[in-house]
């Protein structure tokens, strides 16, 4: 700005030259006007020490500016280096848990009732051949295959005979136990339990004596039956 208005007739004023110039006197109406605000506030800086900074300065600031820029640059990429990186997190894949076992032992294969061995069917045979041998000459229940208790009807006559009841299993762990009744409910005496059962009676009366065969397990036995000659009688 070069000139500015007189504030009394309006003419256009020059401003001063001098530095410490602070109003202008109008050619026209001589009166003096006070210099504009922004002259005054530009003329204050330039005469106070400190105040705006010539060229020379503006440039130092500019160049400090971006070096301390700079400076803050380099702290900030030392700190990113420097600043631990976080680890992408490992997912590692589920251990196989073994499957549960059972603390239920097995249960044992129980032996069929056609083997002839395990359900006593040979032995049984052996047996039959050996009283046949001896006099017994009818057989009046042929080797029958049982598994768990049995009652078998038996029909005794009193004709001057004995009658050979036997039990036979092929496994030694299943004891039988041979129980026989009178046919008027009373217990006879039988052999201890054993996995081979021999018993002969020579009946007293005539009719059914139940008889009932107890295993110890469930494994497959044998039970006959042979008419055999009372003692001291041998069948012709």
């Known amino acids: 700005m070069s000139s ?51 060229n020379n300065g503006v440039v130092l600031m500019v160049a400090g500016a971006a070096v301390a820029l700079l400076a803050l640059t380099g702290v900030a990429i030392a700190l990113m280096k420097n600043e631990p990186h976080e680890t992408p997190p490992v997912i590692q894949p589920p251990t196989p848990v073994p499957a549960a076992t059972s603390a239920v032992p097995s249960t044992p294969k129980v032996p069929s009732l056609t083997d002839r061995r395990a359900n006593g069917e040979a032995r049984a045979n052996e047996i039959l051949r050996r009283l046949n041998a001896n006099g017994c000459k009818e057989v009046i229940l042929a080797p029958t295959q049982s598994a768990g208790e049995q009652t078998v009807e038996t029909k005794f006559v009193m004709n001057g005979t004995c009658v050979t009841v036997i039990a036979v299993t092929g496994v030694e762990k299943n004891a039988l136990t041979l129980k026989m009744k009178s046919p008027l409910g009373d217990v006879i005496p039988t052999p201890p339990p054993a996995p081979e059962v021999e018993f002969s009676i020579c009946p007293k009366m005539r009719g059914p004596h139940p008889t009932t065969i107890v295993p110890t397990t469930e494994d497959p036995y044998t039970v006959a039956a042979i008419e055999c000659p009372a003692p001291g009688k041998k069948k012709p």
Not at 26 to 43: E, M, N, V, Y
């Open 4 to 54: 500015f208005l007189c504030a009394h007739c309006g003419a256009a004023l020059s401003i001063p030259d001098e530095e410490d110039a602070v109003e202008a006197t109008c050619s026209f109406c001589g009166q003096a006007t006070t210099l504009p605000k922004d002259i005054l506030a530009l003329r204050a800086r330039k005469n106070t020490p400190g105040g705006a900074p010539s």
